[in-house]
């Protein structure tokens, strides 16, 4: 079975510039997720898709940044103009429990390999 | 809030020593999920280990082990008899229940030297 694929592995742009990073997720897995590590930090929840629905994107971290899932399968993170603290590892996980609140949170994530983001 | 903790950032042994990753957390929910995670070179995240809040007993798995007390709100991490392969970046993550997202910690860098 594939896992998750995250692709570009690393992209390099100038300030002001616009980036695409895209997600394919575990085939079947209706939940996606995108979080982001900058340097040295924690990894930090953007957002969650449950098909081509937002379900949380309380961690975007403003309107620069615009996630898409047009079907319910792959998913894009764009970041539109990216600024210096937008570098970073961005990563995309799936899970295929679907969104059930008598087992919500009991998740178990599967993550790519991540995006790695270097803005300068 | 919820916040986690790991206090190492680097750590460093010699193969076949043994080794523990410390994980502190914080929350005022009464259910919620505990998580390791393991980033070895190739960059993604490898799932270790789920535990929730109610059950407390400690998980051995191979050479892995994991102690869970809630008392001192941790969940630790031992790496008995290292070895190269262990080499990693290890995440230790707090999800509550009913919650879309996991918190994680800063990480912390095993280098496990031959």
């Known amino acids: 079975e594939a896992g998750v694929t995250q692709f570009p592995s690393h992209s390099v742009i100038e300030k002001g510039q616009t980036v695409t990073l895209r997600c394919d997720p575990i085939?079947?897995?209706?939940?996606l997720y995108w979080y982001r590590r900058v340097m040295g930090k924690e990894i930090k929840f953007l957002l969650h898709f449950v098909k081509e629905s937002k379900q949380d994107e309380s961690g975007m971290p403003n309107n620069r940044f615009l996630a898409e899932r047009t079907g319910g399968t792959y998913s894009t993170l764009k970041v539109q103009p990216a600024e210096l603290e937008d570098s970073g590892v961005y990563f995309c996980a799936s899970s295929q429990d679907p969104r059930d609140r008598t087992r919500s949170g009991a998740n178990v994530l599967t993550f790519g390999a991540g995006s790695r983001l270097t803005v300068l | 809030a919820q916040k986690v903790t790991q206090a190492q950032t680097e750590i460093s042994v010699v193969e076949k020593e043994d080794v523990t990753l410390d994980c502190v957390y914080e929350?005022?929910?009464?259910?919620?999920?505990l998580f390791w995670y393991k980033q070895p070179p190739s960059g993604e995240l490898v799932f270790l280990i789920r535990r929730n809040s109610f059950d407390e007993q400690n998980e051995i798995s191979g050479r892995y082990s994991w102690n869970f007390q809630k008392s001192t709100s941790s969940f630790n991490f031992t790496i008995t008899a290292s070895q190269v392969v262990d080499s990693a970046v290890y995440f230790c993550a707090l999800n509550r229940a009913g919650a879309n997202n996991l918190f994680f910690g800063t990480g912390t860098r095993l280098t496990v030297i031959p």
């Open positions: 929350t005022r929910d009464t259910t919620y999920y």
């Open positions: 085939s079947g897995h209706d939940n």
